[in-house]
Nanobody, 117 residues
Framework: QVQPVESGGGLVQAGGSLRLSCAISGSTSSFNVIGWYRQVPGKQRDVVAGISSTGTTNYADFVKGRFIISRDNAKNTVYLQMNSLKPEDTAVYYC???????????WGQGTQVTVSS
């Protein structure tokens, strides 16, 4: 069973930085895409960034130039470096692993990020 577990959230002032981690238990040996999403109460869950098992990355426009997604395949962990944080970045951040061939996906429980003004 694949299980992503997020960590690294917290409270930070505007302009500060946080690094989120998504540690994935289970095998991720097949081609996959790991994404970070975020959600605020009452709104839909939005994609923030994604990275494939070959290292291809993509970002939502609202985080380009500020956030960096990376992965350490040896540790089965994906990171989201968040810089120049803004109050509007406040949300619960989720990690999702999607296996392209199997067509399955797994969500983590989320980690709260709060950016104060």
């Amino acid at each position: 069973q694949v299980q992503p577990v997020e960590s690294g959230g917290g409270l930070v002032q505007a302009g500060g930085s946080l690094r989120l981690s998504c540690a994935i238990s289970g095998s991720t040996s097949s081609f996959n895409v790991i994404g970070w999403y975020r959600q605020v109460p009452g709104k839909q869950r939005d994609v923030v960034a994604g990275i494939s098992s070959t290292g291809t990355t993509n970002y939502a426009d609202f985080v380009k130039g500020r956030f960096i997604i990376s992965r350490d395949n040896a540790k089965n962990t994906v990171y989201l470096q968040m810089n120049s944080l803004k109050p509007e970045d406040t949300a619960v951040y989720y990690c999702k692993v999607r296996f392209i061939v199997r067509g399955t996906e797994y969500w983590g429980q989320g980690t709260q990020v709060t950016v104060s003004s």
